[in-house]
């Protein structure tokens, strides 16, 4: 039985016998449960109308009668509005949208719709017969075949120019769904504070996700049939080859909202089974935080930094996976060092962000200039300091070396798990162990964790036994208080809103020398470390678990447990 059976019944508009009479001629023909009734001559479409204006509380409108604007209908793709029993039916001023709904009790749809078309919803009720017979008469295009046009013309160097000259996501009435798509998707993942967006093609559907805070989440599910249009879009704004469906490709696109703020976005294609994947990671430079007193560090943690960036020479590493905050704690540190008597060059795959001052050199393995040739070519550029974005082989690991050892300040990344394991991935590598202790000053290895959303946040009632598996000393147990969050709108349900790293430093002092001179593992360099007042990841974490800044659960997902 359908609901709005279930509310003609109760309203006594239809009985029992007249239900089960429809439901068996519905069971014959396949028609809908309401151009039955209507058929069997049980009730009016009319009287049906009258029904749901008082029902919904809302004004009625007869979609047989009533202007429809095809502009509107386009706003949508067809598919949902056969799925939830509604259409757009005009555009209301520059912000606002007239939608027809058969059921309009379902909140989430109106939002869903307000998501997609970025519109003030303004509801109406109509019946569902005149809805679909509505749907079939204006929207006989399906949404691919609408973005196709938009996506991809003909003349691919004039339609580039076109949208490099107006990539803003604000919104524009001539806009094909498939632009439209594409910019609601930006826009969403501006407002939501994600680091990227996944465009993703499967056997029967279009799946795109955003990462917040570290976590992927679903966000919106279309037909595969889009996929091709919207991939072609995303190159046309990256100024890629659209035509190229089998390689890997990467660019760039530079987007403009909020009244003229720029925004860049990182573009990578990759082909797969069912179509081209999109990655677009977030470049949002008004969210970079440069100010390291704010990235995390403890202020022990942070007095040992700031004594290793103002070395007159030597190499500063930091380590970590992707995504560790790497790049931020490295330009936070430029950025101090940032003055108008020093030279500062950069190597980097790719420039995330542009820092004015500082000379930056995007690196490029196609035409030779990997990161050992662009170090080479710093070297006659008068260099005082030098980063590199990651020593990747022996060759660029020698050069850094020899540049930190002549009187010049090498940062650089490794991607290693904690700072006595560097030791031993340079090593390997082939780096000399004494090469090693004569020119590295610091190493720093990082994480993010989870911040708790302040909105949601509660105490966390937590056994003394977890906290003492977690590593917290048993004299320190009792100042312990525990938070976590419940999840709400603000958090998207998460219960963390916001990230801040977390610290294991580890100074080159005259034992750890002598141990890597010895050919110590780093298992031996770890316990001397710590014996020397090393705060290791995990206990960088528990600090702030201590503070009520993060959760036990991030704790065990961004270190390690310490042993021994």
Sequence with gaps: MSKIGELLIKQGLLNQAQMASAIEDQKKTGNRFVDTIISLGLIKESQILQFLKAHYKLPGIDLHTFPIQKSATELVKRDFCERHALIPVQTVGDQGLLVAFAEPGNIQVIDDIRFLTRKKIQSVVATESAVFAAIDRYMN????????????????????????????????PEDGPIIK????????AIRKKASDIHFEPYEKKFRVRFRVDGNMMEVQEQPISVAPAIA??????SRLDIAEKRRPQDGRIKIQYKGGKDMDFRVSVMPTIYGEKIVLRLLDKSNLQLDMTKLGFEPEDLVIFRDAIYAPQGMLLITGPTGSGKTTTIYSALAELNKPDVNISTAEDPVEFNLEGINQLQVNADIGVTFSAALKAFLRQDPDIIMVGEIRDLETAEISAKAASTGHLVVSTLHTNDAPQTISRLIEMGVPPYVITSTINLIVAQRLVGKICDTCKTHQNVPESVLLDLGVPQEEVSQYKVFQGRGC??????????????FELMPMSHEIKEAILKNSSAAEL??????????????????KLKKGQTSIQEVLNSSIKDVG
């Design 232 to 237: 072609s879009r995303i190159k046309i704004m």
């Design 489 to 502: 709108n603000t958090c998207n349900g998460t219960g963390i809103k916001g990230r801040i790293a977390i």
């Design 181 to 188: 798509f594409v910019n609601s998707m930006m826009a969403e």
């Design 141 to 172: 295009t399906d949404f691919k075949s609408m973005g196709k046009d938009t996506a991809e013309p003909q003349d691919d160097s004039s339609a580039i120019g076109e949208a490099l000259g107006n990539n803003t996501i604000e919104g524009n």
């Design 526 to 543: 770890r316990f001397l470390a710590r014996a020397q007042g090393m705060r290791t990841l995990r206990r960088s974490a528990l600090l």
